[in-house]
């Protein structure tokens, strides 16, 4: 990727406003053909709906694969290999030697390891009979609601996601854009142009992937405290694999072009404000031990060529694609076993405490106000169901799922831009060194989640 790339030559005051145009270079036409085409059949995969007859209902290619492939294994069988993911999940901490890291990686281990008996009881519930526990545990909103809806399509979207998000990420597009991001990521976010190879990172690939490339940048000097704070706060959200899964479980996938750009246009104008407000505006521009790295050059003309230059470089020298998509899915396979124990553990522990005690009730009315304000017929359950996002960023639309559709489009648009939450992209910044403290990461996440509800509810209601 380019954040990789080698810092620019020094330049002096006055050529710092020259115009910085792209190396003559010559490409194969395999280079030119990854690029187009393969950028061709990201966006085909990932952002064009149709339906497979009565089979698989109107939704992308990543879908479809998950589905044909839940068919021919059936039910049961897709549930045991649910499981099966799960022990590997709880397994995998010890195996990287990562379980007793720290405070952050011990606590989730056992959330790891706590979540294959939760998924198992509702296997053995449903298949065998053999239920255990209370029944309040089997209502729909709940085991079912979290192993059927979320774990079971995650077993599989996760993995093909990760494997054919490759179109979009690795032969070039991505440093093609990223060279038009340029002009105004310094203006409108306050950081550098390279940035938005980090944004496009998570919407594209995961945040995990994008939370390395931040941490690694802060490192190494390209990224300022403050910058690293605003691309892990404000850019490193879920990828749209993971979208993929809040819309079919908020019944959006009809509109899933809709849902998609909308929850990226509200992410991004809900960054353009935070990084405006505190904590992150009071935050210092310090570099680790004073490393900085020379700014890019500014491009004032030969944009468009410059692009080219970049996307077809990375096209030119990225591997062969088979070779490519085995890797990838070996990484979304990874990400899915350490991710869906923490669902069900996590996720049973919000939604218990969401149905039986008063304490996201009680939270609930940091954003009640708002939701009375935007005239929700629901305003209190919409609440409730916004502040359930920092515990698990599915968990907001386990409760909005029956309501209308402009409440589940503005719920299902602030869970991908709340960004912040603690069953995984809070911890994965503490582990990647990203210089914000939990402190700062809840406010952040409240101002957020605000700021989402005020530009999303007008933006559904034009929409439907």
């Known amino acids: ?3 990789t790339q080698t810092p620019q030559a020094p330049n002096s005051p006055s050529s710092q406003e020259a115009t910085a145009s792209a190396p003559a270079r010559s490409f194969s036409a395999k280079a030119k053909t990854r690029l187009l085409g393969f950028s061709l059949l990201g966006f085909f995969c990932y952002f064009i709906s149709f339906s497979l007859g009565d089979f698989s209902k109107n939704t992308i290619v990543v879908d479809h694969i998950a589905n044909i492939i839940k068919y021919f294994l059936g039910s049961e069988l897709t549930a045991w290999v649910c499981i099966a993911a799960m022990v590997a999940g709880a397994i995998q901490p010890f195996v990287k030697k990562t379980w007793n890291k720290d405070t952050t990686n011990l606590v989730f281990t056992i959330f790891k390891i706590a979540g294959v008996p939760v998924g198992l009881i509702y ?18 909103g709940m085991l079912p609601f979290l192993f059927e809806k979320l774990a079971m399509s995650l077993t599989f979207v996760i993995p093909i996601g990760s494997a054919l998000i490759i179109f979009l990420t690795d032969y070039g597009l991505m440093e093609f854009t990223g060279v038009f991001a ?14 938005a190879i980090d944004a496009v990172a998570s919407f594209v690939g995961s945040y995990s992937i994008a939370l390395l490339i931040t941490g690694k940048q802060y490192r190494t000097g390209y990224y300022s405290r403050k910058e690293a704070a605003i691309i892990a706060t404000g850019f490193s959200t879920v990828s749209a694999t993971f979208c993929v899964v809040v819309a079919k479980t908020l019944g959006l996938m009809e509109h899933w ?6 929850a990226l246009a509200v992410t991004f104008i809900v960054t353009a404000i935070t990084v405006r407000m505190w904590p992150l505006r009071s935050m210092p521009n310090e570099y680790v031990d004073n490393k900085k790295m020379l700014d890019e050059p500014v491009l004032t003309s030969g944009i468009l060529k410059t692009a080219a230059a970049e996307g077809l470089a990375i096209a030119e020298n990225s591997p062969p694609i088979f070779q490519n998509m085995f890797k990838n899915l070996l990484v979304g396979i990874s990400v899915t076993v350490g991710l869906i124990p923490s669902i069900m553990s996590v996720g049973l522990l919000g939604l218990v405490l969401a149905e039986f005690t008063p304490v996201f009730d009680i939270i609930s009315y940091l ?11 629901e305003a209190q359950l919409v609440a409730k169901s916004v502040s359930l996002g920092i515990a698990e960023m599915f968990l907001p639309a386990a409760l909005a799922k029956d309501l209308d559709i402009v409440t589940r489009y503005v719920v299902g648009v602030t869970c991908i831009s709340e960004i912040l939450f603690f069953s995984a992209s809070i911890p994965c910044m503490v582990a990647m060194n990203i210089p914000v403290s939990i402190k700062d990461m809840i406010i952040i996440w409240y101002e957020r989640v605000v700021l989402s509800l005020l530009i999303a509810t007008p933006l559904a209601m034009f929409l439907f």
């Open 1 to 3: 990727m380019s954040d």
């Open 367 to 377: 954003f009640y106000p708002f939701t009375m304000l935007l005239q929700f017929a």
């Open 182 to 195: 340029r002009p105004f990521m310094r203006p409108v976010y306050k950081t550098p142009g390279r940035s």
């Open 257 to 262: 072009n809709l849902f998609f750009w909308g």
């Open 123 to 140: 296997v053995l519930s449903k298949y065998y009979g053999m239920q255990f526990g209370p029944d309040a545990l089997y209502t729909p």
